[in-house]
């Protein structure tokens, strides 16, 4: 049978999206459902004096208004940090209380105060417009540059900071710049971004009197872990009396990994008003209310030897939290932040430092990539000012800093298994033509356009992560993940996961995992995710670790039936076990080439026994049924890598920046299913490719959201993009069985600085931040003017 | 989105008495039902006006085209009579909003909305349109009033656009990168006798730029109008846009224009 691993399967997904079949969760409709409508802060920062809902409840079709209140009264918990980061001087951090519905104040522009629950949603909307919320509106604190020393938001919480937090040694890193022949600083802000996923926040939350359950769908990455968080610390209901269930879900992005407070406001309301209560956001909502992304002001140096050896790296960050510290909050601008800041490239000496400031805007949380982006972008725009300033071509200066063996023992935490960064960049040059850049740019010039060329080298750490490494770091559970695999009697295979695929194609990528390992044909094979009823627990999809992490624990439980179905097999067929061999879906004897097929006994592990002969085919101490779990916990995190390379061509009339070619060439490990990798790599540029020329969150000094919709938030769209160049190299994981790193976060990684440093190349040099907008282009083209005008 | 009453309108006549002062005429609806989703407008009346076959299609004699209020978006782009009359007029319907948008918008509803940013406000300054209603003919150039202000009365129902056929034309359009509406688009038509340089974007309502038209009526070519230094006290500031940029783009737009031509 041929492998399945590494070939371009169709997905089996796509009839059902393709044909308007997805089931996702404003499709669900419940008997005698009401709706909800959430009464928001219309400012970014006030005390509630008085909230009266007298008029609203008298409005037609009303059916409950609950508040702050009563969510206190009923003792709800609030919405949590999942890690706990300590301060450089030992104490921990400090985190404010995020009730579901605010009760005293509200902290950003959209933060729910009260919840109205109609028998239509057009009512609900209208007694909504009824409620009347006396605010004492406070002076709000937006920049995240000034944070700490604007008026303290959160009572206790001294200069807005959350934690300031280290990663390296000063004292060496000092040492090291004393060293230095030059020092090459940058200042540099990663732009705050809005996920956007497709398909808006939903739930719809159900409560069964007779048996006292809450069920729970609603749009999530990580259904079983929002069980445990609303169980465990919001108090909603023990957890076998919650369920939790996320069906088809339109894009997550990190966006969908937290508790919001619509899903414990709904499943404690429901069970409140014992009927079913369905909520979906409106765009607006999605702008104001989902977790927002990146929103970082650095300041970096690299000490080098004047032959462009790097001697020590500095990053002073301060990392906009948002109004509140959520899931992934704390460790997103942290451990995934830090460690990966120092890049590709054998550094001796360096540190992070990040200091975490609350804000009154909407919470900042991990956003495709998130820590990584704005490391790689960090280390990467110096790179490029240190190729510029020291004269030495920027992939030289790259490839005389990289890593001359593996296992790589980068800076500051990890060690990276495989890898061959040098390949990655000569192979990326090779498809971008390098070499013929200086000719294109001349072309351009003789067009009246400016064209320059940017690369970047990045690594990151994902396939999150050794349980005991992340629980050490802070964070609050192991990052594990399951597996079951069960045959039925007549041979077909049910694999349920923890992961979470809201985009990933598991369906179609797992299937070829199993099919693999168990010689099942793919059609025969289902998988099974996202309800906390089906399966065992799993810890959800981020951090590029359904694969490297929820795809091991597969292939490990397939590992447990083939053990079990050559144990079985010699049973049947009077052998020793350790001469059955497993082979393409069948068992064979060794020695006697007699064989069983996986199905036949799959057939016989149910039905232990055979007609007149009082003889059951399993051996003694297995039990019947066909069926194994596996949980995994990785070794080691997955390192992907690679080298990006663009080119931009500007108009320094209109400043419009045009993406003229792209080259991305990774090294994922081992590759599944490459047309699945390349939606991954293509979105993950798009995305990549957006905060470097597009995006952009901005809050007036009120905390007014001004890119609220997308009449002002630029949506990159495909005709922004030019064709893709994509090419791996592969060398394979050596931490996992199946030599897999992940994909779904490089291209969001990688494509910021490259298109950055594309365009600052153009620029002779001259800064702009991101988003490289016309009108910052085209001002930096009228000063090159000016200063080559000088200059001649 | 509140109630409202839904009214088919069978002729000009009809959709006319129906109106009030809280009534809106109901086209493609691309503003108006957006507008009163976000509970930015609210209307006890909508006066359907798609069914009034009088109001569609378009017509090229020698010397114009004309354009019936509720044609939309798409079939003035796809109009084989208007890319031979006036190609720059396709391309510029081409390139309003995305194809749903085009699908359902009209001329009619674009222009009596007259949007700062709207693209066919500055095709009616350059190509000296007539608006025709229900009761008049109105010139483009007392049309457009001021943001989103125009001449027409309560009631009064725009049946057609009336375009001019240049000499040449080309309408070169510097998009807002999320809406892509104009942040500054410039229209220019030489006529026999004189040049429009219509703006849009730029300022809080379309305008024929009467320096940039005198310098190309007397030598029609980019250089006549190169670095030119416009003044922008009256130019649109936003986050999009400074007014400085937006002059500098006006200019640039204009030149582009002129070499398109
Ligand atoms: C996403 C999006 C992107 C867009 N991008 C662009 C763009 O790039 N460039 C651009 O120019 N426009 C753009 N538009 C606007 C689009 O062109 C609209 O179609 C137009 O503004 C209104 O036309 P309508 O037919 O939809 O009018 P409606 O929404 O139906 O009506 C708008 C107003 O015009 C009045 N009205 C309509 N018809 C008549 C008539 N015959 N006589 C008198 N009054 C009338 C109505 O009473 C109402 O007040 C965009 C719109 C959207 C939603």
Redesign the interface.
């Known amino acids: 049978m041929a492998s399945l691993v590494g070939s371009r399967v169709e997905r089996k997904e796509d009839k059902r999206f393709l044909t308007g079949k997805g089931r996702y969760t404003a499709d669900i409709n419940l008997a005698n459902q009401t709706y909800a409508i959430f009464v928001r802060s219309p400012h970014a920062r006030a005390s509630i004096k008085k909230l009266n809902i007298d008029k609203a409840l008298k409005s037609s079709g009303v059916v409950s208004i609950l508040t702050g209140k009563e969510i206190a009264d009923d003792k709800i918990g609030g919405l949590i940090a999942g890690w706990a980061i300590r301060s450089e001087d030992g104490t921990e951090m400090k985190c404010p209380g995020n009730p579901p519905l605010a009760k005293d104040n509200v902290n950003f522009v959209g933060d729910p105060v009260a919840v109205v629950i109609a028998e239509s949603l057009?009512e609900a909307k209208e007694a909504a417009e009824k409620v009347e919320v006396d605010y004492k509106v406070l002076k709000a604190v937006t920049s995240t540059a000034d944070a700490m020393n604007g008026d303290t938001i959160h009572e206790g919480i001294d200069k807005n900071l959350c934690f300031d937090w280290l990663l390296g040694d000063r004292q060496k890193v000092k040492e090291a710049f004393d060293k230095a022949d030059k020092v090459i600083s940058i200042d540099i802000i990663n732009n705050r971004l809005i996920p956007n996923a497709m398909e808006p926040r939903a739930c719809v939350a159900d409560y069964n009197a007779a048996s006292e359950e809450i069920t729970l769908y609603t749009t999530s990455q990580n259904p079983h872990l929002s069980r445990l968080i609303m169980s465990a610390f919001g108090n909603v209901a023990p957890e076998h009396k919650l369920r939790v269930v996320a069906p088809d879900v339109g894009g997550g992005f990190g966006s969908k990994i937290n508790v919001y407070n619509e899903d414990i406001v709904c499943s404690w309301a429901a069970k409140k008003i014992n009927r079913a209560i369905k909520w979906v956001a409106e765009r607006?909502e999605s702008f104001l209310t989902d977790i927002h992304g990146r929103d970082h002001v650095t300041h970096a140096e690299l000490a080098v030897t004047k032959d462009g050896k790097f001697l020590g790296f500095k990053n002073e960050t301060i990392a906009n939290l948002g109004a509140y510290a959520r899931v992934f909050g704390t460790v997103t601008p942290t451990y995934l932040f830090g460690p990966c800041a120092t890049g590709v490239y054998e550094i001796p000496a360096a540190y992070t430092n990040v200091k975490a400031v609350y804000t009154n805007t909407a919470p900042v949380d991990a956003y495709r990539g998130a820590g990584r982006p704005e490391a790689t972008y960090t280390i990467e725009r110096l790179v490029e000012k240190a190729s510029m300033e020291l004269g030495i071509d920027k992939t030289e200066l790259r490839i005389k800093n990289f890593p001359t063996a593996f296992p790589f023992k980068q800076t500051l935490v990890h060690t990276v298994d495989s890898g061959d960064y040098v390949a990655g960049m000569e192979k990326a040059k090779q498809m971008a033509d390098y070499k013929g850049f200086d000719a294109r740019r001349k072309e351009s010039e003789a067009k009246g356009k400016l064209r320059g060329i940017g690369v970047t080298s990045y690594f990151e750490a994902c396939g999150i992560a050794p349980s005991a490494a992340v629980m050490s770091l802070g964070c609050g559970v192991g990052l594990w993940e399951s597996a079951e695999v069960r045959f039925n009697p007549t041979g077909q295979v049910t694999v349920y996961t923890g992961s979470h695929s809201h985009g990933q194609s598991h369906q179609t990528t797992f299937a070829q995992i199993a099919a693999d390992e168990l010689g099942v044909p793919i059609e025969n094979i289902d998988i099974v995710h996202g309800d906390t009823d089906k399966g065992t627990f799993g810890m959800g999809t981020y951090g590029s670790r359904s694969l490297a992490v929820g795809g091991i624990a597969i292939v490990n439980a397939c590992k447990k039936i083939v053990e079990k179905g050559k144990r079985v097999t010699a049973k049947m067929l009077e052998a020793n076990p350790e001469d059955v061999e497993f082979k393409d879906g069948e068992f064979i004897v060794s020695k006697s080439n007699k064989k069983k097929t996986i199905g036949e006994v799959a057939f016989a592990c149910y039905l232990p026994g055979v007609r007149d002969e009082m003889k059951s085919p399993l051996p003694e101490g297995d039990e019947p049924g066909l069926k194994e779990t596996s949980f995994y916990d990785p070794s080691n995190f997955s390192f992907p890598a690679g080298t990006h390379i663009a080119e931009v061509e500007i108009d320094p009339?209109?400043?419009?920046v045009k993406l003229e070619k792209y080259t991305a060439c990774d090294d994922f490990g081992r590759i599944i299913n490459p047309m699945v990798v390349e939606g991954q790599v293509h979105g993950g540029l798009a995305q990549g490719i957006g905060q470097a020329l597009?995006e952009n969150a901005?809050y007036d000094e009120t905390g007014q959201l001004?890119?609220g919709s997308?009449?002002?938030?630029?949506?990159p769209r495909a005709d922004n993009f030019p064709e893709f160049n994509i090419g791996y190299t592969c060398t394979h994981a050596t931490t996992n069985p199946l030599g897999v790193k992940g994909c779904g976060e490089a291209g969001a990684i990688a494509a910021p600085p490259t298109v950055m440093n594309a365009v600052i190349d153009a620029l002779g040099g001259q800064e702009v931040t991101m988003p490289a907008?016309?009108?910052k282009v085209?001002?930096a083209c009228k000063n090159l003017k000016k200063s080559n005008a000088k200059a001649a | 989105m509140k109630d409202f009453n839904y009214h088919s309108a069978k002729d000009s006549k009809e959709a006319s008495k129906l109106a009030s002062s809280s009534s809106a005429f109901l086209a493609g609806g691309m503003t108006t039902i957006p507008s009163m989703k976000l509970g930015l407008a609210t209307y006890k009346d909508l006066i359907d006006i798609k069914n009034i076959k009088k109001l569609s299609g378009i017509k090229v004699s020698g010397k114009s085209v004309t354009i019936g209020a509720a044609t939309k978006h798409v079939e003035v782009s796809n109009s084989k009579d208007v890319k031979k009359a006036i190609p720059s007029l396709s391309s510029l319907a081409e390139g309003i909003g995305d194809p749903q948008v085009r699908n359902r918008g009209t001329i009619g509803g674009s222009i009596a909305n007259n949007d700062p940013s709207a693209d066919y406000p500055s095709a009616c300054i350059a190509l000296n349109a007539t608006i025709h209603t229900n009761e008049r003919k109105i010139e483009a150039a007392k049309f457009f009033k001021g943001m989103f202000e125009t001449a027409l009365k309560k009631g009064e129902l725009i049946e057609a656009i009336e375009f001019q056929i240049p000499e040449k034309s080309s309408y070169q359009k510097h998009p807002n990168p999320a809406s892509r509406y104009a942040i500054v688009g410039v229209y220019v038509a030489k006529h026999k006798g004189d040049v429009n340089v219509a703006v849009t974007g730029a300022k809080s309502c379309v305008y024929n730029d009467k320096e940039m038209s005198k310098a190309l009526t007397g030598n029609f070519s980019s250089s006549s109008i190169d670095g030119m230094d416009l003044d922008s006290s009256e130019m649109n500031s936003d986050m999009h846009a400074s007014a400085d940029f937006r002059a500098s783009l006006v200019v640039t737009q204009a030149k582009k224009a002129v070499d398109a031509c």
């Open positions: 057009a607006s009339e209109t400043g419009h597009y901005e001004m890119t997308y009449m002002d938030y630029t949506m907008t016309a009108e085209w001002k």
